[in-house]
């Protein structure tokens, strides 16, 4: 369940002179939250990653080490190793997953190559099915055998 985000903005942004700014969710009621249903591994992986590290005072699973956000440099150079240690050497010279948001694309390719119904995945991604084919549509990769096996067999 999410019920609000905290944008690093910069201490000369915010109201009380931190670097992250508490909001509500993007284009809904300031107190509205928003369900994101996960698959029962992850909450597995989860469950595991609070049994052995717990969690921050506000309830963050990954914390920098005085309790509050990671700072973008340390998040920044995990992000790079994992990247080395996940993806082939012509992947990481590519803008695969460059930055961690891209996991987003990731998602809604993976989620409408499985099958999953348009409607479905943009609820998961939060926003309506015209935002999902506009943006999300076009990073669609790969499938493109057992997409002509469809049509194929649709003409039959």
Not at 8 to 20: E, I, Q
Not at 43 to 68: I, Y
């Amino acid at each position: 369940m999410l019920a609000g985000t905290s944008p690093r903005a910069g201490s000369h942004w915010t109201d009380d002179g931190g670097s992250h700014e508490r909001r509500g969710l993007k284009h809904r009621g300031r107190a509205e939250t928003r369900t994101v249903p996960i698959p029962p591994r992850l909450v597995q992986l989860l469950c595991a990653h609070v049994e052995n590290h717990g969690v921050g005072p506000d309830g963050r699973f990954f914390r920098g080490l005085h309790g509050g956000p990671l700072s973008e440099s340390v998040y920044d150079r995990w992000w790079k190793l994992a990247r080395e240690k996940a993806l082939t050497e012509s992947q990481v010279a590519s803008p695969l997953v460059r930055r961690p948001y891209d996991l987003r694309h990731a998602a809604a390719s993976l989620w409408l190559n499985a099958g999953v119904p348009p409607t479905e995945v943009a609820r998961r991604l939060g926003h309506g099915v015209a935002v999902l084919l506009r943006v999300y549509a076009n990073c669609i990769d790969g499938g493109e055998d057992n997409m002509n096996d469809m049509i194929g067999e649709a003409l039959r």
